[in-house]
C-alpha cells in the first residue's frame, strides 16, 4: 500500500511502527448496530520496562497532543491549498505528501521518510483474526 493512502487507524499504526512503540496494533470491535471501528493501540508501560503495561490509544493522524510533537521534532513544514493539506519533511531526501487534513499530511510524510513510499500492502499479522476481536470486546466488557 503507498504511504500516501494511509489513513484513520492504518496510518497511525504505521505511525506507532515508526516511532518504536511496543505492540502496536489496530483494535477493531462490531458494535452493537453493526458499525465497526478501529483504532490503533499500544502498551504503555507507567513504572517500569518489564511491568506489565496497559494498552494505549494512539491517534497522532487526529490527536494534536501525539501529532504534533512528531511534526516539531521531524520539522515537517505544513502548507494549504484549497482542501488539500500538504506536508514537507525538509531533512534529505526531501518528502512531500497531501492529506485532508494537517495531521494526515504530516503524518504520511513522516511514514515516508521512516518506510519508504510503500508499506507492506497485507494487514500485519497483529492488524487482524477473531482473536484479537474477541480479546477487544472482552476487555471493553470489564
Not at 5 to 15: K, N, R, S, T
Not at 23 to 34: D, L, Y
Request: aromatic share 10%; hydrophobic share 35%.
Amino acid at each position: 500500500m503507498k504511504a500516501a493512502e494511509l489513513h484513520g487507524a492504518l496510518l497511525d499504526y504505521w505511525v506507532a511502527r515508526a516511532e518504536h512503540l511496543e505492540k502496536p496494533e489496530v483494535a477493531h470491535i462490531v458494535t452493537a448496530s453493526g458499525e465497526q471501528r478501529e483504532w490503533c493501540q499500544y502498551i504503555h508501560h507507567y513504572y517500569a520496562p518489564d511491568d506489565d503495561g496497559w494498552w494505549t490509544d494512539y491517534r497522532p493522524s487526529t490527536d494534536w497532543s501525539q501529532g504534533g510533537p512528531i511534526i516539531e521534532r521531524e520539522c515537517i513544514e505544513l502548507s494549504k491549498q484549497g482542501e488539500v493539506w500538504h506536508a514537507r519533511k525538509l531533512h534529505p531526501p526531501e518528502i512531500k505528501s497531501d492529506g485532508s487534513t494537517m495531521l494526515e499530511a504530516a503524518m504520511r510524510a513522516y511514514v515516508t521518510s521512516r518506510f519508504g513510499a510503500a508499506v507492506p500492502d497485507a494487514e500485519p499479522a497483529e492488524l487482524s483474526g477473531m482473536e484479537e476481536q474477541q480479546r477487544v470486546l472482552n476487555r471493553l466488557r470489564l
